[in-house]
């Protein structure tokens, strides 16, 4: 059987989270600057996927001077090769991983209606995606798979 399990986005204490992406991201051999502080409390801010054109709005807005989404794009590729974000592929959009620095296969479940997402950890499925790559002489570094449909708040 699969151990799948299901995360839930909503940073009830993003404290706690930030201070674990930053013992990650430094862990690494990267800096926690400001800027990337800010980044990623934004991105933790949201409860579903954002898009870096929202996150420079949200920063240029509370700063009161323009950030360049480029900018943040940098710093949120950064933060998912870090495995401090993960990416929706095909929505272009970002949520912050709940357990920053552990690097994990899932499943992104997107619901059209709403644009919500969420994730479900699996081991199985990821290794599975990983054999289908490998049995074709390829070797994948960040499996991704999306399933779009209808989540269970949406008629």
């Known amino acids: 059987m699969d151990s799948a399990h299901k995360h839930d986005h909503s940073h009830d204490n993003v404290d ?3 201070a674990q992406a ?3 991201l430094t862990a690494s051999g ?3 600057t400001k800027m990337r502080e800010d980044v990623f409390l934004e991105l933790a801010r949201h409860d579903g996927p954002t898009s870096a054109y929202q996150i420079a709005d949200d920063l240029s807005a509370a700063r009161g001077k323009r950030v360049a989404p480029n900018s943040v794009y940098r710093i949120l590729d950064l933060f998912v090769a870090n495995s401090l974000a993960v990416k929706i592929e095909s929505a272009n ?4 991983n709940a357990h920053p620095g552990e690097e994990h296969d899932c499943v992104f479940l ?6 919500g997402a969420s994730h479900v ?4 499925v990821g290794q599975s995606l990983r054999n ?3 049995s074709q002489k ?5 499996p991704v798979l999306e399933i779009r449909g209808k989540c269970s708040d949406c008629p």
């Open 16 to 18: 706690t989270l930030k």
């Open 22 to 24: 930053r013992e990650a």
């Open 121 to 124: 950890d699996s081991a199985e």
């Open 93 to 96: 959009a970002f949520l912050a």
């Open 110 to 115: 997107v619901c059209d209606n709403c644009g």
């Open 138 to 142: 390829f070797r994948a570094e960040r």
């Open 30 to 32: 990267e800096q926690w």
């Open 132 to 134: 289908i790559a490998d």
